[in-house]
């Protein structure tokens, strides 16, 4: 069965640095999300994507977040200046029309 | 804004029996879903079950099953015959049909199965 897959499963970084986390969508889905659990909470919405746009961002995803779909296979989320609190479980998810949502198995970012 | 509820933080079951894990939720949409998704240790999120809320009858996966009350706006999955491979934080989740397809997330439920 098709599967999104994300790397690092593991990325550390220090506090002040850039980013970027990766995604390889389910080849036939036009629809790609990025979502962060902060450890012990809820999973939170940061950002759909649909036709090389963002069609919604939470208040989350501020100025320093940033989304794109460099080729026909790769998803990315990239944090410009990264803070602790940015330390969490990053989620991408793709869906063929607007649902299910099928999730990656997460990157869990570690901030220093 | 949508909000999803879920109320009990922890609940444990003995292998082999059945177990109801509960989700309200807030919503002014008439047509939206409604998921359950399963984390394992491992981390990963998988889909579990889906209902669509036009649909009355409720949706029905091998050992997993929905009670749907839309009136009630309650949203509540039945695990029958547990396994411990169950074992894994539970997540409830609604999205609007439409334009704006976020999940909102209940803050999820730890299942634990007990030989």
């Known amino acids: 069965e098709p599967e999104v897959t994300q790397t690092p499963s593991h990325q550390v970084t220090q506090m002040g640095q850039e980013v970027i986390l990766r995604c390889v969508p389910i080849?036939?889905?036009?629809?790609f999300y990025w979502y962060r659990q902060i450890l012990g909470q809820k999973v939170e919405f940061l950002v759909s994507?649909?036709?090389?746009?963002?069609?919604?961002k939470s208040e989350i995803f501020d100025d320093q977040f940033s989304v794109e779909r460099p080729d026909g296979s790769n998803f990315t989320l990239k944090i410009r200046s990264t803070k602790l609190e940015d330390s969490a479980m990053y989620f991408c998810?793709?869906?063929?029309?607007?649902?299910?949502?099928?999730f990656g198995d997460g990157t869990r970012l570690s901030i220093l | 804004a949508q909000t999803v509820t879920q109320s009990q933080p922890e609940m444990s079951v003995q292998e082999a029996e059945t177990v109801t894990l509960s989700c309200t939720y807030d919503?002014?949409?008439?047509?939206?879903?409604l998921f359950w998704y399963k984390q394992p240790p491992s981390r990963q999120m998988i889909l579990v079950i889906r209902?669509?809320?036009?649909?009355?009858q409720n949706a029905t996966e091998n050992r997993f099953s929905v009670n749907f009350q839309k009136a009630a706006k309650s949203f509540s999955l039945k695990i029958s015959d547990s396994q411990l491979g169950d074992t894994a934080m539970y997540f409830c989740?609604?999205?609007?049909?439409?334009?704006?397809?976020?999940?909102?997330f209940g803050k999820g439920i730890t299942l634990s199965v007990r030989p």
């Open positions: 998810a793709s869906s063929e029309a607007r649902q299910p949502q099928h």
């Open positions: 080849s036939n889905h036009l629809y």
């Open positions: 994507f649909y036709n090389n746009e963002i069609s919604e």
């Open positions: 919503t002014s949409e008439n047509n939206y879903y």
């Open positions: 209902q669509e809320a036009y649909k009355q």
């Open positions: 989740a609604f999205t609007a049909t439409g334009a704006n397809s976020k999940l909102t």
